[in-house]
């Protein structure tokens, strides 16, 4: 005979459950144990990220932060960390003045040009604001070679005939003063020229000249960036690095100054400051060591691909290490020398500095 509702209800209430005290409270227990556990790793999230350590180069790396491939800058969006950078030729002769913009560069590359002076290509994020870079000068053939391997808009006033017949040939994206773009630079008054000539980075015509926005996917990196303490530059103290270019203007010194893991640049043993009389700083030097012969009587020519020596210093750490380069469409990469093979420079994000010498050319750290 089937049970009313209220007689099944009293039923239920009067049934005794036989599951004993103790494993009720060791499961109690247990829920508890995990539950504080989740919390605890959930509020420390961020932290752990920061101290995690990546031994091996080649392992999946599940830290969800994103970085700007160049510099290491934290993004928020993929095409973010895959924009491209453009690239500006800056003059270093003696009677050029100030640099303009140099402090905001995320990549510099300094490579000697004819008369024992030396030639930057400094190179930007697209995101980044910079009302002035300069003084721009002419290209020679390796910086626009160089330009190519990292993806880069070239910008320069002019160049070698060697160069300019590079970058006709390998239809590099550029924007060059003296053939048609002279309206995306502009003059300051207050100095000669030609050393007058700059830029601004919202004068870059992307879309009216339909420039890709953001890097090939298949484009390798020219290094890795160190994670947590113990992954950086392993090496020899180098809280300062000397590089003599030529002549005595043309001696470049990093030094590191107090606890700061940053170099400052020096130049003939002044501080080199940017127009805004801000020091220049970099996080990371790299001495790349290449063979340079002679186009003609004046012109050099240089290695930009194959392999070579160089020198990595990193937060006041120097170890030798080897380049690399087996296409022109393809950045140098660099690489140290560990236990388990050569592995891809673990740099600080930040600028980096990379200084081309000649091999044989003297270069000093203490």
């Given at each position: 005979?089937?049970?009313?509702?209220k007689?099944?209800?009293?039923?239920?209430?009067?049934?005794?459950?036989?599951?004993?005290?103790?494993?009720?409270?060791?499961?109690?227990?247990?829920?508890?144990?995990?539950?504080?556990?989740?919390?605890?790793?959930?509020?420390?999230?961020?932290?752990?990220?920061?101290?995690?350590?990546?031994?091996?180069?080649?392992a999946?790396?599940?830290?969800?932060?994103l970085?700007?491939?160049?510099?290491?800058?934290?993004?928020?969006?993929?095409?973010?960390?895959?924009?491209?950078?453009?690239?500006?030729?800056?003059?270093?002769?003696?009677?050029?003045?100030?640099?303009?913009?140099?402090?905001?560069?995320?990549?510099?590359?300094?490579a000697?040009?004819?008369?024992?002076?030396?030639?930057?290509?400094?190179?930007?994020d697209?995101?980044?604001?910079?009302?002035?870079?300069?003084?721009?000068?002419?290209?020679?053939?390796?910086?626009?070679?160089?330009?190519?391997?990292?993806?880069?808009?070239?910008?320069?006033?002019?160049?070698?005939?060697?160069?300019?017949?590079?970058?006709?040939?390998?239809?590099?994206?550029?924007?060059?003063?003296?053939?048609?773009?002279?309206?995306?630079?502009?003059?300051?008054?207050?100095?000669?020229?030609?050393?007058?000539?700059?830029?601004?980075?919202s004068?870059?015509?992307?879309?009216?000249?339909?420039?890709?926005?953001?890097?090939?996917?298949?484009?390798?990196?020219?290094?890795?960036?160190?994670?947590g303490?113990?992954?950086?530059?392993?090496?020899?103290?180098?809280?300062?690095?000397?590089?003599?270019?030529?002549?005595?203007?043309?001696?470049?010194?990093?030094?590191?100054?107090?606890?700061?893991?940053?170099?400052?640049?020096?130049?003939?043993?002044?501080?080199?400051?940017?127009?805004?009389?801000?020091?220049?700083?970099?996080?990371?030097?790299?001495?790349?060591?290449?063979?340079?012969?002679?186009?003609?009587?004046?012109?050099?020519?240089?290695?930009?691909?194959?392999?070579?020596?160089?020198?990595?210093?990193?937060?006041?750490?120097?170890?030798?290490?080897?380049?690399?380069?087996?296409?022109?469409?393809?950045?140098?990469?660099?690489?140290i020398?560990?236990?388990?093979?050569?592995?891809?420079?673990?740099?600080?994000?930040?600028?980096?500095?990379?200084?081309?010498?000649?091999e044989?050319?003297?270069?000093?750290?203490?």
């Amino acid at each position: 005979m089937a049970l009313s509702k209220k007689k099944c209800v009293r039923v239920l209430m009067r049934k005794k459950f036989t599951a004993p005290l103790w494993l009720l409270l060791v499961i109690g227990s247990v829920i508890v144990v995990v539950l504080g556990r989740l919390f605890f790793l959930l509020s420390h999230e961020s932290e752990y990220q920061s101290l995690i350590v990546w031994d091996d180069p080649l392992a999946v790396r599940t830290d969800p932060r994103l970085q700007w491939w160049l510099d290491g800058r934290a993004v928020e969006r993929e095409e973010d960390a895959r924009a491209r950078p453009y690239a500006v030729m800056i003059d270093q002769g003696i009677d050029s003045g100030v640099p303009a913009g140099l402090d905001k560069a995320s990549v510099v590359v300094e490579a000697l040009v004819e008369g024992g002076v030396t030639r930057l290509m400094a190179l930007f994020d697209p995101i980044a604001s910079v009302e002035k870079i300069g003084p721009v000068r002419s290209v020679r053939p390796y910086f626009a070679d160089w330009a190519q391997g990292f993806d880069a808009v070239l910008v320069h006033a002019g160049g070698s005939p060697t160069a300019l017949k590079l970058i006709s040939i390998t239809e590099i994206d550029e924007l060059n003063e003296i053939s048609g773009d002279g309206m995306y630079f502009f003059r300051d008054p207050y100095r000669s020229a030609p050393h007058n000539l700059f830029i601004a980075s919202s004068r870059l015509p992307w879309k009216k000249k339909e420039w890709r926005p953001v890097i090939d996917q298949d484009t390798i990196k020219p290094w890795d960036w160190a994670r947590g303490t113990t992954d950086g530059i392993q090496g020899n103290p180098g809280s300062s690095i000397l590089v003599d270019f030529s002549r005595t203007s043309y001696t470049v010194e990093w030094k590191q100054k107090n606890s700061a893991q940053s170099y400052q640049r020096f130049r003939n043993g002044i501080p080199e400051v940017v127009e805004s009389d801000k020091a220049i700083f970099a996080d990371n030097i790299i001495v790349q060591y290449i063979q340079v012969g002679l186009e003609d009587e004046l012109r050099l020519t240089m290695q930009t691909i194959g392999e070579g020596k160089t020198l990595i210093c990193s937060a006041g750490e120097c170890a030798d290490g080897i380049w690399k380069r087996e296409k022109d469409n393809q950045p140098t990469q660099f690489f140290i020398h560990s236990q388990k093979g050569d592995r891809l420079a673990p740099l600080l994000p930040g600028a980096t500095w990379i200084e081309v010498v000649p091999e044989g050319k003297r270069v000093t750290f203490q």
